[in-house]
């Protein structure tokens, strides 16, 4: 006979699960709007700014897979510090007079190949996904979660180097950013000046 303690628990998880599928839905939705809000808005502060929104929904998302680490280093990394420099590049670039620059000329015939080309992959993904599975077999069962002291000795003493390569790239874009927009800032008034004499003379 089934006792009332395991048809209580029976419940419980199916209550949980559909929770779970409820939020899983929620989060990607609200990730998905806000991607194609990058995408669509036209003022690039309410591009980043939509970014963030969608970040914040990826990390929620891992928290709702069982990985609160990777949510933590999404919101730190990702949110924290790539969206700071993001947004202090837009800030002191003028990114509407850069977006109106046509860097390759006769562009649409090979960006509408190359998206024809990533959508029937993607189409192909996700028809033959069982077929993928069946392939590749069964993975290996994680036995033991590894703690967060193990991955932050492994990042900070194994891969030490690759981390701090990727801190100077991101300090030679930062310079980089500031370096034109300081150059951009003093052309314009010599500009200015000489267009005046000009038109004085």
Avoid: W
């Amino acid at each position: 006979m089934i006792s009332l303690f395991e048809v209580g628990e029976t419940g419980v998880r199916n209550k949980r699960s559909k929770m779970e599928r409820e939020f899983f839905l929620l989060l990607s939705g609200v990730a998905t709007a806000s991607a194609l809000l990058v995408i669509v808005a036209r003022n690039p502060v309410h591009s980043a700014l939509a970014l963030v929104a969608c970040l914040v929904q990826i990390a929620a998302l891992y928290v709702l897979l069982g990985a609160p680490f990777l949510a933590v280093i999404q919101i730190f990394v990702y949110v924290g510090a790539v969206m700071v420099l993001f947004l202090f590049v837009i800030m002191m670039l003028d990114v509407r007079k850069e977006s109106q620059r046509r860097y390759l000329k006769h562009a649409l015939l090979p960006g509408v190949v190359v998206l024809v080309i990533l959508s029937g992959e993607l189409i192909v993904l996700l028809t033959q996904s069982t077929k993928l599975h069946a392939a590749m077999g069964p993975g290996q069962t994680i036995t033991t979660q590894p703690s967060v002291e193990e991955l932050s000795l492994l990042l900070f003493q194994d891969f030490l180097l690759p981390f701090e390569v990727a801190s100077v790239i991101l300090l030679v874009a930062l310079i980089g950013a500031v370096v034109l927009a300081r150059s951009e800032a003093d052309v314009t008034p010599a500009r200015s000046r000489k267009d005046h004499g000009e038109v004085r003379r």
